[in-house]
C-alpha cells in the first residue's frame, strides 16, 4: 500500500534544502522498493525545523525535522513510513505545541493540502464560500463581508465592507479586482506563504469579489520576486478555468470572473495602491492624487476593489462559516485573526496565526522562544521599514489596531522583526530615512526631499556635540513632523514613525560622538 510523504515546496523550505530531500526520499523508496507518493505541499510555518517532512499514518500525520538528504536513510531504517522514532521525529504534526495553540482560519490548508491539486483543495472545504455567494445577491455578499468586521490586512487597516460597498455602488459598464501582492515589507511572508500553499483560496477570493461588486476581471499584482508563488498561482488558474471556476460561466451560474497574474514593477512604492495601479496600466509608479478613490475610479479609470492577499484569501471562510462566526474572533474593532510573522532575531522563526487580543510578549516569548542569539530582546519593529520601534516596556500591548494606535504604532502586514540588547537604534532610524529616501517615487516634496534631510540631520547629530545634538533633534522632530502631515502617501507619512520611536525610546543612541567617547 502506498505511503503519502509531503515535502514543502514552499520557497523558504526550498532554500533550506527542501528539493534535494524530495529527491533523496524518492531515491531511497525506490532502492529499498518502497511504496511511496511524494506530494509537495506548502509549509506548516515553522521555519526553523524546515524542511519538515511528513508522512500519513493511520494515526494522522507525523512530523520530522529540520530534515537533510544525509538523515533519509537513517529515517527509513527507523521506519518513518510508519511514523517510526528518530532524533528528527516531532511526533503528531497537529500535537506540536506551535501549531496546537493557533487558530489558523485564513491558513486552514497551507501546509496541509497539494496546491497544484483542485481535487484536494475542493476536499478540504474549498469553493464552500463561492457556492454560498453564488447563492446570495450581491448586496448580500458585500454585507456579510461588512457584518465580519474583516478589515485590510495591509498598511491601514480599512474595513473590507465598506471598500466593496463604495466599488458596488460605483456605476460603470466594467469594474476591476485587484490583489496587491507585492509583498515588501521586511519580515514579512503570509503573502507567499498562502500563493505557494493554497493559491486556490486567494482565487476563490477574489472571484467571490467580483461578485460581489458585479467586476468580471481580475488582477494579481504579483511580486518580481516571487517566482514560486508566479507558477503556483498560474498553474491553479488553468486549474479553475478547467474545473469551470473562472471563466464566462462559473459553476453554470451564467456570471463571469476572469483573472491573470501580473508581474510587479520591483518598487517598494507599487505597493501603495495607486503606485500599483499606475504600474499595471503600464506606468512608472507613482503615486495618485486622492480623490477620486480607486473604488469609484481605479484601474483605467474603472471602479476597483484593490485588497492585499491575506484580505481577499479571508473572504471565502466569511461566506462559507458566516460573518458571525468570523467575527466572533478577536477584540474591540480588531475582528477575526491575524496572521503574524516572526522574523528577525528571534529563536523560533515563522508564521502564527491568532484572533487579534495576543500580545507581542507572547508572541516573541511563547511562540518566537526568545532571541536567536540569547540576549535580551531590545526594540521590536512591528508593520515593516516603517513600523514603530516597540521598547520592553511595551511588549505587553496586545496585537490589535486601536491598541497600537495608541502607542504610535501600527499592525501593518503584520510582520515582527526582534532585536537584540546589541542594535544601534540610531542606525536604524538613520535607515528608515534612507530607506525613503531611495525608495520615494518622488512626486511630493516632503518624501522626496524630507527623507534625504532627515539622513543628513541624523548624521549630524551624531557626528556632533550634546548642544548640536539637541538642536538637531529639534530640526528632525520638526520634519518628522512635516512629512506626516504633507506627504502624499504612507510611504513619507509614515518614515517618522521608527525615527520618532527610536528618539523617544532609545534617546542614549543619538549621543554625539565627543559625547560617546567621554563616556
Known amino acids: 500500500m502506498s505511503v503519502t510523504v509531503y515535502v514543502p515546496c514552499d520557497a523558504s523550505a526550498l ?26 505541499n506548502g509549509s506548516r510555518g515553522l521555519y526553523w525545523l524546515e524542511p519538515m517532512v511528513e508522512v500519513e499514518t493511520g494515526q494522522g ?36 505545541p506551535w501549531l496546537k495553540s493557533q487558530q489558523r482560519l485564513t491558513f486552514a490548508r497551507v501546509g496541509i493540502v497539494d496546491p497544484r491539486s483542485l481535487d484536494d483543495y475542493r476536499a478540504h472545504g474549498g469553493y464552500r464560500g463561492l457556492a454560498a455567494a453564488l ?4 448586496a448580500a455578499i458585500v454585507q456579510a463581508v461588512t457584518d465580519s468586521g474583516l478589515r485590510g490586512r495591509g498598511g491601514a487597516a480599512f474595513p473590507a465592507g465598506i471598500k466593496w460597498k463604495t466599488c458596488f455602488d460605483a456605476t460603470a459598464d466594467q469594474k476591476y479586482i485587484v490583489c496587491n501582492a507585492d509583498e515588501g515589507d521586511s519580515g514579512t511572508f503570509s503573502d507567499r506563504m498562502v500563493m505557494e500553499g493554497d ?67 520591483g518598487a517598494y512604492i507599487c505597493g501603495e495602491e495607486t503606485s500599483l495601479l499606475e504600474s499595471l496600466e503600464g506606468r512608472r509608479g507613482q503615486v495618485r492624487f486622492k480623490p477620486p478613490l480607486p473604488a469609484i475610479q481605479g484601474l483605467f479609470g474603472k471602479p476597483t476593489v484593490i485588497n492585499n492577499v491575506i484580505t481577499l484569501a479571508t473572504v471565502p471562510i466569511i461566506l462559507d462559516r458566516g460573518a458571525t462566526f468570523y467575527r466572533d474572533f478577536g477584540t474591540g474593532r480588531s475582528r477575526g485573526t491575524m496572521p503574524i510573522q516572526l522574523a528577525g532575531n528571534i529563536k523560533r522563526g515563522g508564521l502564527v496565526e491568532r484572533a487579534f487580543g495576543l500580545t507581542l510578549r507572547e508572541l516573541i516569548e511563547d511562540y518566537g522562544g526568545g532571541t536567536a542569539s540569547g540576549r535580551p530582546v531590545r526594540a521590536v519593529q512591528v508593520g515593516g521599514p516603517l513600523g514603530a520601534y516597540i521598547p520592553v516596556s511595551q511588549l505587553d500591548t496586545p496585537i490589535d489596531y486601536e491598541a497600537f494606535a495608541a502607542i504610535n504604532g501600527m499592525v501593518g502586514h503584520g510582520g515582527v522583526v526582534v532585536f537584540d540588547d546589541t542594535v544601534d ?95
Open 15 to 40: 532554500s533550506l534544502g527542501a528539493e534535494a530531500v524530495a529527491k533523496a526520499i524518492a531515491a531511497e523508496a525506490a532502492v529499498r522498493n518502497a511504496d511511496v507518493r511524494i506530494v509537495r
Open 61 to 96: 500525520r507525523v512530523a520530522y525535522g529540520p530534515v537533510q538528504p544525509g538523515n533519509v536513510a537513517a529515517l527509513f531504517d527507523a521506519d518513518f513510513l510508519h511514523g517510526g522514532d528518530d532524533v528528527l521525529a516531532l511526533g503528531p504534526t497537529e500535537d506540536i
Open 135 to 138: 447563492k446570495m445577491e450581491p
Open 199 to 265: 493559491p486556490f483560496v486567494l482565487i476563490e477570493g477574489m472571484t467571490i469579489a467580483g461578485l460581489a461588486v458585479g467586476a468580471t476581471h481580475g488582477y494579481i499584482y504579483l511580486r518580481i520576486e516571487y517566482p514560486h508563488a508566479q507558477r503556483a498561482l498560474e498553474a491553479a488558474i488553468d486549474a479553475a478555468k478547467a474545473g469551470g471556476y473562472l471563466g464566462e460561466n462559473i459553476c453554470g451560474s451564467g456570471k463571469a470572473f476572469h483573472l491573470e497574474v501580473r508581474m510587479a514593477a
Open 425 to 519: 537604534m540610531a542606525a536604524q532610524a538613520r535607515f528608515a530615512m534612507e530607506f525613503c529616501a531611495i525608495e520615494s517615487c518622488g512626486k511630493c516634496t516632503p518624501c522626496r526631499i524630507g527623507s534625504t534631510r532627515g539622513v543628513e540631520v541624523i548624521d549630524r547629530m551624531l557626528a556632533g556635540s550634546i548642544a548640536e545634538r539637541e538642536r538637531n533633534e529639534v530640526l528632525l522632530r520638526d520634519l518628522c513632523q512635516t512629512m506626516l502631515a504633507g506627504s502624499l502617501c504612507a510611504l513619507g507619512g509614515m518614515a517618522p514613525f521608527p525615527v520618532l520611536s527610536a528618539l523617544d525610546h532609545y534617546p542614549e543612541d543619538f549621543a554625539g560622538t565627543s559625547q560617546r567617547k567621554a563616556s
